[in-house]
């Protein structure tokens, strides 16, 4: 099992920026793929970004491409997400997630593992 626990979300003023953390305990994370999905109420669990095992490789979804920077340290367990330039749309619950794979995929049912969520607002 691979337990996740996200941190970092808050409240922020549009084109403010926030770090999330995902710190990883249980398995030996250097071999899981990562990413990150976000949920806005009323709307579906979307793909936002995702990095390979070795972090050598990441994938975005296209509206956060040259905002959000995936990134992980696998020395310490824990994948970040840096979000500039927010918007207001960018609101809404973010998940870390992880699948057995060195290579991640864009669904959430690829997933095998998953954080808390915590709660990202931006303000007009």
């Known amino acids: 099992q691979v337990r996740l626990v996200e941190s970092g979300g808050g409240l922020v003023q549009a084109g403010g920026s926030l770090r999330l953390s995902c710190a990883a305990s249980?398995?030996?994370?250097?071999?899981?793929?990562t990413g990150w999905f976000r949920q806005a109420p009323g709307k579906e669990r979307e793909f936002v970004a995702a990095?390979?095992?070795?972090?050598?490789?990441?994938y975005y979804k296209d509206s956060v491409k040259g905002r959000f920077t995936i990134s992980r340290d696998n020395a310490k367990n824990t994948q970040y997400l840096q979000m500039n330039s927010l918007k207001p749309e960018d609101t809404a619950v973010y998940f870390c997630?992880?699948?057995?794979?060195?290579?991640?995929?864009?669904?959430?049912?690829?997933?095998?593992?998953w954080g808390q969520g915590t709660q990202v607002t931006v303000s007009s």
């Open positions: 990095i390979s095992s070795s972090g050598r490789h990441t």
């Open positions: 249980g398995r030996t994370f250097s071999n899981y793929a």
């Open positions: 997630a992880a699948q057995a794979s060195l290579l991640p995929g864009r669904g959430s049912g690829q997933y095998d593992y």
